[in-house]
């Protein structure tokens, strides 16, 4: 069985940073992708940023230049450095993992708050 577990949220002030952490165990053999996604009060979850097995990486317009992902691979860890953050990033974060060779199957997080005060 395949977790998730993220760690990194929290309260934090206009023009300030987080780093969240998501690290996965459990039998995982190829990890396809790592990403994060967000969702916010009322509004449907959204990419923020992904990384894929070969160290590509995709970012959100709305994020970009403010948010970087990275991963330690033999972890099994992603990251995302917030940087600047503004209010409107207040949402909880989660973690996924596309994880499979044969089927690919999709992992998330359990979520965790980020909320950005003014």
């Known amino acids: 069985q395949v977790q998730l577990v993220e760690s990194g949220g929290g309260l934090v002030q206009a023009g300030g940073s987080l780093r969240l952490s998501c690290a996965a165990s459990?039998?995982?053999?190829?990890?396809?992708?790592m990403a994060w996604y967000r969702q916010a009060p009322g509004k449907q979850r959204e990419l923020v940023a992904a990384i894929t097995r070969a160290g590509f990486t995709n970012y959100a317009d709305f994020v970009k230049g403010r948010f970087t992902i990275s991963r330690d691979s033999a972890k099994k860890t992603v990251y995302l450095q917030m940087n600047s953050l503004k209010p409107e990033d207040t949402a909880v974060y989660y973690c996924?993992?596309?994880?499979?060779?044969?089927?690919?199957?999709?992992?998330w997080g359990q979520g965790t708050q980020v909320t950005v005060s003014s």
């Open positions: 996924n993992f596309k994880i499979g060779s044969v089927y690919e199957y999709d992992y």
């Open positions: 459990g039998s995982i053999f190829s990890i396809n992708s």
